[in-house]
């Protein structure tokens, strides 16, 4: 029966051949070329999605992502803004 530090160097030496294997693949033109393409091509697929979801959403006459976003943002401003007139005020009308 195989010990526990047997079995513990058997397992060491494997998992160092096997990352000198999997580094050497991974920096190897013939590797990343396709997967390069593959991630380009998933990404472009899902830009589609996401633009042809927008327009759907859209066609309902609901806020897509975008539009939620514009809003959210200008609501900000105006916080901001009210924020940033309150102090003036304040610093004009100290109180007693």
């Known amino acids: 029966m195989i010990g526990w530090e047997q079995w513990k160097k058997g397992f060491d030496v494997w998992e160092q051949r096997t990352a000198e294997l999997l580094e050497t693949v991974m920096k190897s033109p013939a590797f990343l070329e396709p997967v390069g393409g593959f991630l380009t091509a998933t990404m472009k697929a899902k830009a589609m999605g996401d633009k042809a979801f927008a327009q759907w959403w859209g066609m309902w006459g609901l806020p897509t992502k975008r539009d939620q ?10 916080q ?15 109180k007693h």
């Open 69 to 78: 976003e514009r809003s959210l943002h200008a609501l900000n401003q105006l």
């Open 80 to 94: 901001s803004r009210l924020i940033d007139l309150e102090e003036r005020l304040e610093s004009m009308n100290p």
